[in-house]
Protein backbone atom coordinates (compact mmCIF):
# COMPACT_ATOMS: atom_id res chain seq x y z
CA UNK A 1 0.00 0.00 0.00
CA UNK A 2 1.19 3.82 -1.16
CA UNK A 3 1.82 5.75 2.10
CA UNK A 4 -0.10 8.36 0.60
CA UNK A 5 -2.76 7.44 -1.93
CA UNK A 6 -4.92 9.93 -4.49
CA UNK A 7 -7.53 9.14 -6.83
CA UNK A 8 -5.72 9.87 -10.44
CA UNK A 9 -8.55 11.28 -11.98
CA UNK A 10 -9.33 13.50 -14.75
CA UNK A 11 -11.97 14.81 -12.71
CA UNK A 12 -13.47 17.23 -15.76
CA UNK A 13 -16.08 19.55 -14.26
CA UNK A 14 -17.78 22.81 -15.47
CA UNK A 15 -16.58 26.60 -15.17
CA UNK A 16 -18.37 27.43 -11.42
CA UNK A 17 -18.66 24.29 -10.10
CA UNK A 18 -17.50 22.93 -6.71
CA UNK A 19 -14.92 19.99 -6.53
CA UNK A 20 -13.76 18.01 -3.81
CA UNK A 21 -10.62 15.90 -3.58
CA UNK A 22 -9.43 13.50 -1.06
CA UNK A 23 -6.13 11.74 -0.39
CA UNK A 24 -5.46 9.10 2.37
CA UNK A 25 -2.02 8.31 4.68
CA UNK A 26 -1.00 5.33 5.93
CA UNK A 27 1.19 6.54 8.88
CA UNK A 28 -0.68 7.75 11.60
CA UNK A 29 2.48 9.36 12.55
CA UNK A 30 2.87 12.04 10.03
CA UNK A 31 2.83 15.49 11.35
CA UNK A 32 2.66 17.97 8.43
CA UNK A 33 0.01 18.25 5.40
CA UNK A 34 -0.18 20.23 2.51
CA UNK A 35 -1.66 20.50 -0.98
CA UNK A 36 0.75 21.15 -3.85
CA UNK A 37 -0.49 22.08 -7.18
CA UNK A 38 1.21 21.64 -10.74
CA UNK A 39 0.51 22.90 -13.84
CA UNK A 40 1.81 20.66 -16.87
CA UNK A 41 5.28 20.25 -17.68
CA UNK A 42 5.84 22.92 -14.35
CA UNK A 43 7.27 22.23 -10.78
CA UNK A 44 5.02 21.50 -8.14
CA UNK A 45 3.90 24.83 -5.89
CA UNK A 46 2.65 24.85 -2.29
CA UNK A 47 -1.01 25.75 -2.78
CA UNK A 48 -1.79 25.41 0.92
CA UNK A 49 -0.80 23.79 4.34
CA UNK A 50 -3.72 21.87 6.11
CA UNK A 51 -4.86 22.34 9.72
CA UNK A 52 -6.01 20.10 12.73
CA UNK A 53 -8.96 22.65 12.53
CA UNK A 54 -9.34 23.07 8.88
CA UNK A 55 -8.87 26.20 6.90
CA UNK A 56 -9.35 28.66 4.05
CA UNK A 57 -8.06 30.27 1.46
CA UNK A 58 -10.31 32.10 -1.01
CA UNK A 59 -12.00 29.54 -3.03
CA UNK A 60 -9.97 26.47 -1.51
CA UNK A 61 -10.86 24.55 1.66
CA UNK A 62 -8.04 22.12 2.94
CA UNK A 63 -9.55 19.62 5.88
CA UNK A 64 -7.91 16.84 7.78
CA UNK A 65 -9.52 14.21 9.32
CA UNK A 66 -6.80 12.22 11.35
CA UNK A 67 -8.66 9.32 12.84
CA UNK A 68 -10.01 8.54 9.31
CA UNK A 69 -6.71 9.30 7.68
CA UNK A 70 -7.60 11.58 5.08
CA UNK A 71 -7.27 15.00 4.08
CA UNK A 72 -9.65 16.96 1.85
CA UNK A 73 -9.57 19.82 -1.02
CA UNK A 74 -12.67 21.43 -2.07
CA UNK A 75 -12.69 24.17 -4.97
CA UNK A 76 -15.77 26.43 -4.95
CA UNK A 77 -16.25 28.21 -8.17
CA UNK A 78 -14.07 26.30 -10.65
CA UNK A 79 -12.11 28.63 -13.16
CA UNK A 80 -10.95 27.39 -16.27
CA UNK A 81 -6.83 28.60 -14.45
CA UNK A 82 -7.46 25.67 -11.70
CA UNK A 83 -6.86 22.85 -14.22
CA UNK A 84 -3.70 21.23 -12.78
CA UNK A 85 -2.49 18.35 -11.39
CA UNK A 86 -3.30 18.50 -7.01
CA UNK A 87 -0.88 16.54 -4.98
CA UNK A 88 -1.04 15.15 -1.67
CA UNK A 89 1.79 16.05 0.70
CA UNK A 90 2.32 14.45 3.96
CA UNK A 91 5.31 14.72 6.66
CA UNK A 92 7.11 12.11 7.36
CA UNK A 93 7.98 11.36 10.91
CA UNK A 94 8.44 14.59 13.77
CA UNK A 95 12.27 15.35 13.32
CA UNK A 96 12.67 14.72 9.61
CA UNK A 97 11.81 16.41 6.63
CA UNK A 98 10.74 13.87 4.14
CA UNK A 99 8.23 14.67 2.35
CA UNK A 100 5.90 12.01 0.98
CA UNK A 101 3.95 13.42 -2.61
CA UNK A 102 0.32 11.40 -3.36
CA UNK A 103 0.78 10.80 -7.69
CA UNK A 104 -1.80 13.79 -7.64
CA UNK A 105 -4.97 14.26 -9.06
CA UNK A 106 -5.62 15.85 -12.47
CA UNK A 107 -8.40 18.66 -12.73
CA UNK A 108 -10.02 20.06 -16.13
CA UNK A 109 -12.41 23.10 -15.51
CA UNK A 110 -14.00 23.34 -19.00
CA UNK A 111 -15.99 26.34 -20.45
CA UNK B 1 15.30 36.13 -5.18
CA UNK B 2 15.91 34.01 -8.35
CA UNK B 3 14.43 30.95 -6.71
CA UNK B 4 15.94 27.80 -7.01
CA UNK B 5 18.19 26.96 -10.33
CA UNK B 6 18.47 24.18 -11.85
CA UNK B 7 20.43 23.03 -15.23
CA UNK B 8 20.20 21.51 -17.42
CA UNK B 9 16.68 22.28 -18.38
CA UNK B 10 16.73 19.16 -20.84
CA UNK B 11 19.33 16.30 -21.30
CA UNK B 12 19.37 13.94 -24.50
CA UNK B 13 21.74 11.00 -23.87
CA UNK B 14 22.08 7.49 -24.57
CA UNK B 15 22.47 4.41 -22.53
CA UNK B 16 25.65 4.43 -20.79
CA UNK B 17 26.62 7.89 -20.26
CA UNK B 18 27.50 9.73 -17.47
CA UNK B 19 24.81 12.20 -17.21
CA UNK B 20 25.28 15.10 -14.28
CA UNK B 21 22.51 17.32 -13.05
CA UNK B 22 23.22 20.34 -11.24
CA UNK B 23 21.34 23.01 -8.41
CA UNK B 24 21.33 26.40 -7.04
CA UNK B 25 19.05 26.32 -4.01
CA UNK B 26 17.54 29.57 -2.54
CA UNK B 27 20.35 31.42 -0.58
CA UNK B 28 19.71 30.99 3.00
CA UNK B 29 18.20 27.92 2.26
CA UNK B 30 19.52 25.35 4.45
CA UNK B 31 17.57 22.19 3.23
CA UNK B 32 18.37 20.72 0.00
CA UNK B 33 16.04 17.99 -1.40
CA UNK B 34 16.44 15.95 -4.90
CA UNK B 35 13.34 14.35 -6.46
CA UNK B 36 12.60 12.33 -9.44
CA UNK B 37 8.96 12.44 -10.93
CA UNK B 38 7.66 9.71 -13.77
CA UNK B 39 3.77 9.29 -14.81
CA UNK B 40 3.87 5.40 -12.95
CA UNK B 41 5.35 6.35 -9.75
CA UNK B 42 4.68 9.85 -9.22
CA UNK B 43 7.45 12.47 -7.11
CA UNK B 44 10.00 10.35 -5.34
CA UNK B 45 12.36 11.65 -3.21
CA UNK B 46 15.76 10.38 -3.80
CA UNK B 47 18.06 12.58 -1.64
CA UNK B 48 17.79 15.75 0.99
CA UNK B 49 21.23 17.29 2.66
CA UNK B 50 21.02 19.79 5.80
CA UNK B 51 23.82 22.48 5.99
CA UNK B 52 25.42 20.48 2.97
CA UNK B 53 25.64 17.39 4.57
CA UNK B 54 23.42 14.07 3.05
CA UNK B 55 20.72 13.07 6.04
CA UNK B 56 19.29 10.52 3.79
CA UNK B 57 19.67 8.95 0.60
CA UNK B 58 17.10 5.64 1.13
CA UNK B 59 15.40 7.17 -1.78
CA UNK B 60 18.55 6.55 -4.08
CA UNK B 61 17.42 4.44 -6.35
CA UNK B 62 20.90 2.49 -6.95
CA UNK B 63 24.37 2.67 -6.70
CA UNK B 64 24.98 4.26 -10.16
CA UNK B 65 23.01 7.47 -8.51
CA UNK B 66 25.17 9.73 -6.73
CA UNK B 67 24.63 13.50 -5.18
CA UNK B 68 27.10 15.80 -3.64
CA UNK B 69 26.44 19.31 -1.87
CA UNK B 70 30.13 21.04 -2.15
CA UNK B 71 29.18 24.00 -0.31
CA UNK B 72 25.57 25.90 0.73
CA UNK B 73 24.86 27.16 -3.08
CA UNK B 74 25.49 24.13 -5.16
CA UNK B 75 24.60 20.10 -5.74
CA UNK B 76 25.32 17.78 -8.01
CA UNK B 77 23.21 14.43 -8.89
CA UNK B 78 25.18 12.18 -11.08
CA UNK B 79 23.66 8.93 -12.76
CA UNK B 80 26.45 6.85 -14.28
CA UNK B 81 25.90 4.67 -16.14
CA UNK B 82 22.67 6.01 -17.13
CA UNK B 83 19.59 3.45 -17.96
CA UNK B 84 16.68 4.14 -20.37
CA UNK B 85 14.88 3.73 -17.15
CA UNK B 86 16.31 6.42 -15.51
CA UNK B 87 14.19 8.65 -17.98
CA UNK B 88 12.30 11.57 -15.64
CA UNK B 89 12.22 14.86 -14.55
CA UNK B 90 14.22 15.48 -11.71
CA UNK B 91 13.62 18.08 -9.52
CA UNK B 92 15.40 19.94 -6.78
CA UNK B 93 14.05 21.81 -3.74
CA UNK B 94 15.10 23.98 -0.97
CA UNK B 95 13.54 24.86 2.12
CA UNK B 96 15.00 26.85 5.11
CA UNK B 97 14.20 25.42 8.42
CA UNK B 98 16.83 27.15 10.95
CA UNK B 99 15.49 30.34 12.32
CA UNK B 100 11.65 29.57 12.16
CA UNK B 101 11.40 28.78 8.49
CA UNK B 102 8.06 27.73 7.02
CA UNK B 103 7.08 24.31 5.64
CA UNK B 104 7.44 25.61 2.56
CA UNK B 105 9.68 23.69 0.12
CA UNK B 106 10.74 25.66 -3.43
CA UNK B 107 11.21 23.61 -6.38
CA UNK B 108 13.06 24.80 -9.36
CA UNK B 109 12.11 23.88 -12.48
CA UNK B 110 13.57 20.74 -13.28
CA UNK B 111 15.92 18.35 -15.58
CA UNK B 112 13.83 16.53 -18.24
CA UNK B 113 16.21 13.83 -18.83
CA UNK B 114 15.64 10.81 -21.47
CA UNK B 115 18.01 7.88 -21.97
CA UNK B 116 18.06 6.40 -25.17
Known amino acids: RKEVEQDPGPFNVPEGATVAFNCTYS??????FFWYRQDCRKEPKLLMSVYSSGNEDGRFTAQLNRASQYISLLIRDSKLSDSATYLC????????????FGTGTRLKVLA | DAGVIQSPRHEVTEMGQEVTLRCKPI?????LFWYRQTMMRGLELLIY????????DSGMPEDRFSAKMPNASFSTLKIQPSEPRDSAVYFC??????????????FGPGTRLTVL
Open chain 2, 49 to 56: FNNNVPID
Open chain 2, 27 to 31: SGHDY
Open chain 1, 89 to 100: VVSSLSGTYKYI
Open chain 1, 27 to 32: NSASQS
Open chain 2, 93 to 106: ASRRVAGGGTDTQY
